[in-house]
Nanobody, 124 residues
Framework: QVQLVESGGGLVQAGGSLRLSCAAS????????MGWFRQAPGKEREFVALISWTALTTAYADSVKGRFTISRDNAKNTVYLQMNNLNPDDTAVYSC?????????????????WGKGTRVTVSS
């Protein structure tokens, strides 16, 4: 059974940092791009960041550029999201995703696997 399990969410003050992790199990994720998405209360899910399976290419939403960093450790089947200088607009449930086609992962139509998410709350 394929699973993506996120961890690292929590409550943090504005200006603080959190590091999210997503551990994949059940199959090899070689060849899979891994991404982070978030969904704030009352809003639609939005793309946050994506990393290629080689870790050579990354992409970020404009709203997080310069503050968030995505990385992966293929030996551990784990992808990370380092989030710095958080603000209340970053409050959301963060989910990781895996897919094989870059652009289709970003627009979610090509996501093969989703995690259940971890909640991040940023207080002002």
């Amino acid at each position: 059974q394929v699973q993506l399990v996120e961890s690292g969410g929590g409550l943090v003050q504005a200006g603080g940092s959190l590091r999210l992790s997503c551990a994949a199990s059940g199959r090899s994720f070689s060849g899979y791009h891994m991404g982070w998405f978030r969904q704030a209360p009352g809003k639609e899910r939005e793309f946050v960041a994506l990393i290629s399976w080689t870790a050579l290419t990354t992409a970020y939403a404009d709203s997080v550029k310069g503050r968030f960093t995505i990385s992966r450790d293929n030996a551990k089947n784990t992808v990370y999201l380092q989030m710095n200088n958080l603000n209340p607009d970053d409050t959301a449930v963060y989910s990781c995703a895996a897919g094989r086609t870059w652009n289709l992962v970003i627009n979610t139509s090509g996501v093969d696997y989703w995690g259940k998410g971890t909640r991040v709350t940023v207080s002002s």
